[in-house]
């Protein structure tokens, strides 16, 4: 059976919640992790309180749209990752069909570190990204 998005089983989206949350007790340069639907919608995961949780999910999604169209134009094809360095943290986002994976972080966090941790969080969570 396959489930859509908002239809997965409530197992599922815990499990993801875990995986996300323990991200930044795993690494210290992770601020928050988060599922963010195509649509700009958080779907699971957490990000700092001092954050507005419907903006980022908004704006990351906005910004892969972006980055899809911009890749597409030039020939590049699909959008894997795009990373965001600004001088109060950055963002990895990492493109599914449906959902991102959006990993905040520290400024001059170790960016090998996180792109190692993303990989590993891709590969268990990829049937929730489509």
């Known amino acids: ?10 197992i599922e989206m815990s499990k993801v919640n875990e ?3 323990r991200l930044p007790e795993a ?3 992770i601020l928050g992790a988060a599922i963010v639907s195509n649509e ?3 779907l699971a995961g957490e990000i700092p ?5 419907d ?13 899809e169209r911009a890749s597409q134009q030039v020939g590049f094809g699909n959008v ?8 109060n943290g950055g963002a990895l986002v990492c493109s ?3 959902s991102s994976l959006v990993i905040l972080m520290k400024p001059d966090a170790n960016l090998g570190l996180i792109l190692i941790d993303a990989t590993n969080i891709m590969r268990d969570i990829k049937d929730i990204l489509g």
Do not use: C, H
């Open 1 to 10: 059976m396959t489930y859509r998005m908002r239809e997965l089983p409530p």
């Open 19 to 21: 995986i996300l949350k």
């Open 27 to 29: 690494n210290q340069d």
């Open 40 to 42: 700009g919608l958080m």
């Open 49 to 53: 309180k001092n954050m507005d949780e």
């Open 55 to 67: 903006l980022v999910s908004a704006a990351f999604a906005a910004l892969m749209s972006i980055a």
């Open 80 to 87: 894997a990752q795009l990373i965001i360095l600004s001088e």
């Open 96 to 98: 599914g069909r449906k």
